[in-house]
T-cell receptor, first 118, second 117 residues
Framework: DTGVSQDPRHKITKRGQNVTFRCDPISEHNRLYWYRQTLGQGPEFLTYFQNEAQLEKSRLLSDRFSAERPKGSFSTLEIQRTEQGDSAMYLC????????????????FGEGSRLTVL | DQQVKQNSPSLSVQEGRISILNCDYTNSMFDYFLWYKKYPAEGPTFLISISSIKDKNEDGRFTVFLNKSAKHLSLHIVPSQPGDSAVYFCAATDLFMIYNQGGKLIFGQGTELSVKP
């Protein structure tokens, strides 16, 4: 399978603990995105990488959140001192500069990592 | 501020009939629009897109219509099939951002489509 993979698929943690999610994008994609989705809402943009450079961060990404993509391949999203409001699905997506069909803008999503903070 | 809005949280249609899902946007800079489909426990998957230079794009049973003056787009599914039952998200971006700044997508809240056999 050469799609976007995320790990773990589900994480249950206690408030105050740190959690880390990993995303492996499609190998030839240099763009990587993190989104968050809560119940009844669409995905909300968190941050974007082009290769290893983090080029944009949403104001939703508080100081407790940090994302890295050290070698321009996989990425990690860490949440420190988790709060109950952090409970959500964290989605990773990747895209090429321009995809092979000539269409632009399509993001390829992983299946997500669901976080439950007790 | 919700820049992309899907005002119908759910829609139920009979198999074989037409499904029409609606989406409104407020940011006049948006010039590229996409529809995604999401099944439970899966990530969203791309369905169809349209550029603002067009007012219609078709792909098999799926057609997207864009009304720029009304800042409105719709997704038509004809004929609807039970396998189409999913949550549909409308998303928007602008091509300048795609080429220069990564092209993040702004999503609506989603509409849950249920197609009854």
């Amino acid at each position: 399978d050469t799609g976007v993979s995320q790990d773990p698929r589900h994480k249950i943690t206690k408030r105050g603990q740190n959690v880390t999610f990993r995303c492996d994008p499609i190998s030839e994609h240099n763009r990587l995105y993190w989104y968050r989705q809560t119940l009844g809402q669409g995905p909300e943009f968190l941050t974007y990488f082009q290769n290893e450079a983090q080029l944009e961060k949403s104001r939703l990404l508080s100081d407790r959140f940090s994302a890295e993509r050290p070698k321009g391949s996989f990425s990690t999203l860490e949440i420190q001192r988790t709060e109950q409001g952090d409970s959500a699905m964290y989605l990773c997506a990747s895209s090429p500069e321009i995809n092979r069909d000539g269409n632009t803008g399509e993001l390829f999503f992983g299946e997500g990592s669901r976080l439950t903070v007790l | 501020d919700q820049q992309v809005k899907q005002n119908s949280p759910s829609l139920s249609v009979q198999e074989g009939r037409i499904s029409i899902l609606n989406c409104d946007y407020t940011n006049s800079m948006f010039d590229y629009f996409l529809w995604y489909k999401k099944y439970p426990a899966e990530g969203p998957t791309f369905l169809i897109s349209i550029s603002s230079i067009k007012d219609k794009n078709e792909d098999g049973r799926f057609t997207v219509f864009l009304n720029k003056s009304a800042k409105h787009l719709s997704l038509h599914i004809v004929p609807s099939q039970p396998g189409d039952s999913a949550v549909y998200f409308c998303a928007a971006t602008d091509l300048f951002m795609i080429y220069n700044q990564g092209g993040k997508l702004i999503f609506g809240q989603g509409t849950e489509l249920s197609v009854k056999p």
